[in-house]
Structures are given as structure tokens and as C-alpha cells.
């Protein structure tokens, strides 16, 4: 028989869950600049002529919005699409680089910056995510400024080299790509090209520590999708007693 699950069974799970996710609105930043995501009333409580109730919602919505996973087909020609990945693909340790004292807007994570990660934390571990954190989050409620005609902090190609000599299996960002568009899209066709992933709008890394946490990231399982939302969590060790 199967034991039943009771809230202390739960407070033993060493971790502590971080939602790592930027919430979907109309509103929010997107690519083009323009409305990305739409969530209307189909049918209202009001529609319904029976007892029962209901309110049911309609979503339309770019694929690449909000806090997505980016896999290899969305720019390399016959490699993974987003249903490609198993679940067990998609947990992963992570470290978090936090360059965020020293960015501008056109500021890109250098090879230097990993170097400087490592002497500090040990070298970073195969199979890893690596988050960036440049602090550009801070602007997501005011779309003008963290689009800002796509001049954000970025990741530079001998950063992104780097680190898949290190293994690492996936980057994730806090701005809207990891590359500008005026430096070309180096980092997606080196890191895509490798069959690794790419996430971008992550939200909430201060959160995060820089080593000793885990991610967990869960998209929208989407049939020959290339990009799709994610909710994305972080897991870090409880607190004792927590």
C-alpha cells in the first residue's frame, strides 16, 4: 500500500525551491518591442447557463517570450527540438556569475570574468548551468529600458568557448539573449551548434548562490517547438530547521 504523503514528509526535502521565472503578461518585454503575449476571456462565468461555472481563458503567444528555453533547432538546421529533451536532461547543477557590479549595457561576460569565477569557487563542474547575472533584471518593469533598442549586457564568444571546454550543458541569462544583435548571434550558433540550451529572461538570480544549487528547467513541451516558456526553478540546499 501506498504511504501517504504528509507535510512533514515534505519539510525533509533538503531543498529550498526558487522560482526563477519571469510572470507572462501583456506587457512585458519582448524581442520586437511589441505585444508578445495575449491571455483573454473566451467564455466568462457570466456565458454559462448552467450551475457550473466556468471561466476559460485564451493564450496567444510568440514561443521565444517571457523566460524560455532556446533549443539547438532554433538556429542549427536538423538538431533537437524542444519535445527532443527528457525531463532528466533538464536538471542540472548550476553556478551563478554574478557580473553585475561591473556591467553596462554593453558590457559582455569575458573569459577573464570565468577565470576570475574559478580561482574564487573551483572550477565549474560538466554538465552545469551557468547563469549570468547582470543585474539587467532590475529594469523588466519598465520594457523600454530593458529592451533598449537591444543594447543589453551580453556573453562574449571566448566566454561562451570557455565554458563548453568546461561541459557545461546549458547558459542562461538575465537580459533578453545572450548576445547582441549588433555582435551577431555568435553565443546561440556556438552554444546551439553544440546541442546545449540557451534561457533568457531569467528572473530572481539574487536568490540564487554562486555554487551548491541545482535548476530545473520544465518548458512547454511543444511538438518541433525551437523555443517554448519555461518555468524554471532553482533548488538550494534548506536551512537547518527550515
Known sequence: MQKDIKLRDFMTFPYKLIDLTHALDSTIPTWNGGCGFNHDVHIDYSDCTSEDKFRVMKVKMHAGIGTHMDAPSHCIPG?????????????????????SDK???????????????????????????????????????TPLQYHNNHVFPSVSPDAAELLLERGVRAIGIDTLSPDRPEDGFNVHKIFLG??????????????????????????????????APVRLVGLIEREVGL
Open 79 to 99: 538538431s533537437r527540438f524542444i519535445h527532443d529533451f527528457d525531463v532528466n536532461d533538464l536538471i542540472m547543477p548550476c553556478v551563478v556569475l554574478d557580473i
Open 194 to 227: 553544440a546541442d546545449k540550451i540557451i534561457i533568457e529572461n531569467v528572473a530572481n538570480l539574487g536568490s540564487m548562490p554562486p555554487t551548491g544549487g541545482f535548476c530545473l528547467v520544465l518548458p512547454i513541451k511543444i511538438k518541433d517547438g525551437t523555443e
Open 103 to 141: 556591467c553596462h549595457e554593453r558590457y559582455s561576460l569575458s573569459a577573464q570574468d570565468v577565470a576570475d569565477f574559478e580561482s574564487k569557487y573551483g572550477k565549474i563542474a560538466g554538465g552545469s548551468c551557468v547563469f549570468v547575472k547582470t543585474g539587467w533584471s532590475k529594469f523588466w518593469h
